[in-house]
Structure formats: C-alpha cells, structure tokens
C-alpha cells in the first residue's frame, strides 16, 4: 500500500500568511493527488484534483504543485474561512490513501 | 443539482451486520465509478471501498476485506455497502462519494454507524 506522509500535522497561522502543507508518497504517483479541505462539522471539499487542477469554485488563493512522491498545497493569502483541517488523497493505485491531515489554526 | 444522499447508519453491537445505502441523483450515476469513505469521530479520513461503473470490478481497503461488500443497483442510481462482522473499530461516518478525479466531485452528507456492546 502506498503510505501518505502529510506534514506539519497541525500549524497556527495568521491572517494573510503564506501557508504550505506538503503530503510526501512512499511511492511514485504521477500526478494523482487530491487535496481536500473539511471544517468542523461538514463535509469534506474538495480544493484540487490532479495536483495541480484547481477545482471549479474554489478561489485562486489555492494552488496545487508537485508530481512522483512529492506534493505541495499552497494559500496564497490565509483568509478567516481558510482554518480548517486539510487532507491529501492519492488515487493512483488501489488501495486509495489519505494523508493524516492537518490542521491550520489561528494565531 | 449533484446530490448523494446515504442511510442505513446505526448503533449495533460487535459482530452484528447493516447495509448502507445511498441515493444518487443529478448525474449519470451508471458511468460514474463511486467510492465509499469513512471518518472515525475526531479521527482522518480512510477510503474504504470502491466499484466500477457497471459493477465488475471492486477494491476495498485491507481492513475490510472479507467482512464488508460493495455493491450497486444502476437502475435505482443505488450505492450499497454490506458490512458483516462488526468491529467496535469499525465506528464511523460512512460518506458516499463520486470518482475524486475529474472536473466535478460531490460527497453526501454522511451516515453515523456505531459498533458498540
């Protein structure tokens, strides 16, 4: 099974910071990786698909980068409704893996 | 409008048996692979399961193996996942979720399945 390594598990942030989450795979995945976000209480959405595929909606504060093992969600400018939990998601093989998460807080 | 909507969640006691089930609407369910998910209460995310658009080939995450079985019923745009054997670890929210590659996505809202004594 394909192990995702998503790091920091838990960061405090400040409105309008920079914020970096990187999910690292035991193995290479070509590009198929999901990156999710869920607040308390709600459903997981998704943010982008493809690594770097911003999903429709969604606002250009985020971006996805990377390929193989190494993978990278940026926000761009952290705004009140960005703190959240965010998770990656491999779906290159079976079975499907996602990271442990991480939880973005306020400062 | 994509709507996924589950039921059959429950509290129900070590080595017992449910059906989950969840109702499609809004899109071509019979060309849409579909997955289920789940989440332990506090805990990640775990894909659990997953089935091919017309039923024949099926994937399931280790720790269910054996025990649960994903099924669909295409003409009632019908997700099931039958869960034999119980485990107290097995306590979730079980969300249905279409393909997670593509340009749309949708998860429903989530059914609360309970192992408990």
């Known amino acids: 099974d394909i192990q995702m390594t998503q790091s920091p598990s838990a960061m405090s942030a400040s409105i309008g910071d920079r914020v970096t989450i990187t999910c690292r795979a035991s193995?290479?995945?070509?590009?198929?990786l999901v990156w999710f976000h869920q607040k308390p209480g709600k459903v997981p959405k998704r943010l982008i698909y493809?690594?770097?595929s911003l999903q429709s909606g969604v606002p250009s504060r985020f971006s996805g980068s990377g390929s193989g093992t190494e993978f990278t969600l940026t926000i761009s400018s952290l705004q009140p409704e960005d703190f959240a939990t965010y998770y990656c998601?491999?779906?290159?093989?079976?079975?499907?893996?996602f990271g442990g998460g991480t939880k973005v807080e306020i400062k | 409008e994509v709507q996924l909507v589950e039921s059959g969640g429950d509290l129900v006691q070590p080595g017992g048996s449910l059906r989950l089930s969840c109702a499609a609407s809004?899109?071509?369910?019979?060309?849409?692979?579909m997955n289920w998910v789940r989440q332990t209460p506090g805990k990640g995310l775990e894909w659990v399961a997953n089935?091919?658009?017309?039923?024949?080939?099926?994937n399931y995450v280790d720790s269910v193996k054996g025990r649960f079985t994903i099924s669909r019923d295409n003409a009632k745009n019908s997700l099931f996942l039958h869960m034999d054997s119980l485990r107290v670890e097995d306590t979730a929210v079980y969300y249905c979720?279409?393909?997670?590659?593509?340009?749309?996505?949708?998860w429903g809202q989530g059914t609360l399945v309970t192992v408990s004594s």
């Open positions: 089935i091919k658009e017309d039923g024949s080939k099926r």
């Open positions: 493809s690594a770097s």
């Open positions: 998601l491999q779906r290159n093989s079976h079975p499907f893996t």
């Open positions: 193995q290479g995945i070509n590009n198929d």
């Open positions: 979720a279409t393909p997670f590659g593509g340009s749309w996505h949708q």
């Open positions: 809004g899109f071509t369910f019979s060309n849409s692979w």
